[in-house]
């Protein structure tokens, strides 16, 4: 038996590079249509696509009222933009509890994360990459329905006054809906950081975001205690920094919590959580 060895024609690559920062963009697009489930089976679209539909639907109702009867609706019958999180919040922070463990955890339990990393990413560009990609999601649901909310109140007549107002408007919308999403990126990012399965991460991050607002309501509820201990309340802080963001007042009042506390809280937060997730992937051994 003789071998033969033929020429396959192999030629080095000569098109564009795009680098590190085309492979964080193709993380995030991939990260970003596997969280919509696009490209796998129908049972991994239901839980995305019903989430947002339950976040988009008081807003589209609203809009469709104010646009069909606007003389049937009194001052009081629209919510203002910070009490549109009310409607959200729960499709908020289940998105969160959904998204991030199957981006991350998936990752590391199946061995892609050696393939990812034996691209021009590291780990650092990866998490960034993967972070992006949460935020983005989650800021569906915090910016896309407050936006529809602006527009019911413009056909209400309640809406911003002229450009500028609109504007003012506007850039607090996105940057409530910014803040809620980077502090809910971050906390489901820190659970998912400590397992290796999905499962574990979605309960670890729902029990610790109830888990957190039960513990510090109860206490500063039945003890003397300063009522700063509700900054401890991963579920109500966000919304309740929301409300200032949009100058207006929640259930936690200026005077018994102020608006520097609660943004230092949200800080240490998003700090400890990015300590956390590298403290566990810095080390990790990796095979490529």
């Known amino acids: 038996m003789t071998a033969e060895i033929f020429d396959r024609g192999y030629r080095q690559y000569t098109g564009e590079r795009s680098g590190v920062g085309g492979a964080m963009r193709t993380l995030i697009k991939h990260s970003v249509k ?12 239901i839980v995305p696509i019903a989430i947002i539909l339950f976040a988009f639907t008081p ?19 629209l919510p203002t933009y910070a009490e549109y999180y ?11 509890a959904f998204i991030a463990p199957d ?4 990752d590391r339990r199946t061995g892609m994360l050696g393939v990812y990393l034996a691209s021009p990413l590291d780990r650092r560009t990866y998490l960034i990459a ?36 609109t504007l003012d408007v506007g850039a607090r919308i996105i940057a409530a809906g910014a803040m809620m999403s980077t502090v809910y990126t971050a906390i489901s990012f ?16 729902l029990g610790l975001l109830v ?24 579920l109500e802080l966000p919304t309740e920094l929301a409300f ?19 943004s230092l809280a949200v800080v240490a937060i998003v700090g400890l959580s990015t300590a956390w997730v590298w403290s566990r992937y810095g080390p990790l051994l990796v095979r490529r």
């Open 59 to 77: 807003a589209v109702v609203f809009v469709g009222i104010a646009a069909l009867i606007p003389e049937a609706i009194g001052d009081e019958f």
């Open 34 to 45: 596997r969280s919509l489930g696009l490209g796998r089976p129908a049972r991994f679209k």
């Open 190 to 205: 820190a659970v998912s950081a400590s397992t290796e399965r999905s499962g574990a991460a979605t309960a670890g991050t």
């Open 86 to 96: 009310a409607f959200i919040v729960t499709t908020l922070y289940l998105f969160a």
């Open 244 to 262: 200032r963001i949009h100058g207006e007042v929640g259930e936690w009042q200026p005077d018994d919590i102020s608006t520097v506390s609660m």
């Open 211 to 234: 888990g957190s607002t039960a513990l510090v309501n109860i206490t500063a509820d039945n003890t003397d205690v300063s009522e700063n201990i509700r900054l401890g309340s991963l």
């Open 130 to 165: 993967k972070a992006l990609a949460v935020a983005i999601m989650l800021g569906i649901v915090t910016i896309g329905p407050p936006l529809f909310l602006m527009i019911a109140l413009a056909f209400e007549g309640s809406g911003p006054d002229g450009f500028l107002g």
């Open 103 to 106: 981006l991350l955890c998936t």
